[in-house]
């Protein structure tokens, strides 16, 4: 029985992961935005998740009269049968949100939060460009504490051996390996910042969708975007509509200074995260 109570909890346990939607949510295909095909798959599945713990308080139940005699009736566990049509409706609903392109963004804040996923994704390859970078020149610097030290002529000799090898000399190429790897986690940060508070910045969002819809083109048909901070300016093309705009200044209260910034880091450091709310 302990064995039976423990599915019975897990059972119940997942239906409040899942969570609820409206079961048989059937709209036209042709009238369904991306969400509500999810939102269709997510009732469907909630249909057939209700059969399974139905069945599973039944077994739970149908289990306990048999070990002690009771006879349970003809048709006790029909309610946990999944149906046909229930089937059929998960089959569709899948379908749907298979066939759907969730690539193509439907509104200015999707488009914004796929291009600051891309940065990040670009960040996190920078940050361990930079993290190797690092690496090779603080070995090199590390020989600055037997420079410190070598105050007789047998040290001094040793320093001289020392830096005459590979790992305690620094030369141009790591140099410019380091350097590069800086100024792409500034690139990327930037942009990634830019991105999210854009996407979070209600006017812009709507500015571009009210655009987009004057033009009668997706949001998500653009063919390219930049982010300029020192003009705080976005220019967003769509060439395949013949489109192209610049939307400006709407990040000023976003911007970070390098004091913020060695601060965050500091934070971050002592921390572990920076605190919630405003982190300037």
Request: proline share 2%; net charge negative; glycine share 8%.
């Given at each position: 029985m302990?064995h039976?109570k423990?599915?019975l909890t897990?059972?119940?346990?997942s239906a ?8 048989n949510a059937e709209v036209?295909?042709y ?8 939102d269709?798959l997510?009732g469907?599945i909630n249909?057939i998740?209700?059969?399974l713990?139905d069945?599973?308080?039944r077994?739970v ?7 002690i005699?009771?006879v349970i009736?003809d048709?006790?566990?029909d309610?946990?049968y999944?149906?046909?049509?229930e089937l059929g ?5 899948k379908?749907?949100v298979?066939?759907h392109?969730?690539?193509?963004a439907?509104?200015a804040?999707q488009?914004f939060?796929q291009?600051?996923t ?6 996190s ?6 993290t190797?970078?690092?690496s090779?020149i ?5 020989v ?6 070598a105050?007789?002529k047998?040290e001094?000799?040793?320093?001289q ?9 620094i030369?141009s190429t790591e140099?410019q390996e380091y350097?590069d790897?800086?100024?792409?986690v500034?690139?990327?940060a ?5 991105f ?6 209600d006017?812009l969002?709507?500015?571009?969708d009210?655009y987009?819809t004057q ?5 998500g ?6 982010y300029?901070q020192s ?6 093309t ?6 192209e705009?610049?939307?400006q200044?709407?990040?000023t209260?976003?911007?970070?200074t ?9 934070y ?5 995260a920076?605190p ?5």
């Amino acid at each position: 029985m302990k064995h039976s109570k423990l599915l019975l909890t897990l059972s119940l346990s997942s239906a409040l992961v899942i969570g609820s939607a409206p079961a048989n949510a059937e709209v036209a295909n042709y009238e369904m935005t991306g969400q509500e095909k999810i939102d269709y798959l997510i009732g469907s599945i909630n249909d057939i998740q209700d059969r399974l713990i139905d069945g599973t308080i039944r077994s739970v139940g149908a289990v306990g009269y048999a070990s002690i005699g009771g006879v349970i009736q003809d048709g006790t566990m029909d309610n946990s049968y999944i149906t046909a049509e229930e089937l059929g409706r998960y089959l569709e609903a899948k379908d749907l949100v298979m066939a759907h392109d969730y690539a193509i963004a439907e509104t200015a804040e999707q488009l914004f939060m796929q291009e600051h996923t891309a940065a990040m994704n670009n960040l996190s390859i920078a940050v361990d460009d930079l993290t190797a970078a690092t690496s090779v020149i603080m070995t090199a610097v590390e020989v600055m504490e037997t420079a410190a030290a070598a105050d007789t002529k047998p040290e001094q000799v040793e320093l001289q051996s020392m830096i005459a090898t590979d790992p305690y000399s620094i030369d141009s190429t790591e140099v410019q390996e380091y350097n590069d790897a800086v100024a792409a986690v500034e690139g990327y940060a930037q942009q990634a910042g830019a991105f999210m508070a854009a996407a979070n910045n209600d006017e812009l969002t709507a500015t571009i969708d009210s655009y987009a819809t004057q033009g009668n083109f997706m949001v998500g048909t653009y063919t390219a975007i930049t982010y300029t901070q020192s003009v705080d300016e976005f220019v967003i093309t769509w060439a395949d509509s013949g489109f192209e705009a610049g939307f400006q200044n709407y990040l000023t209260n976003d911007m970070k200074t390098a004091e913020e910034v060695y601060s965050a880091g500091e934070y971050i450091y002592q921390y572990g995260a920076l605190p919630t709310g405003d982190p300037g």
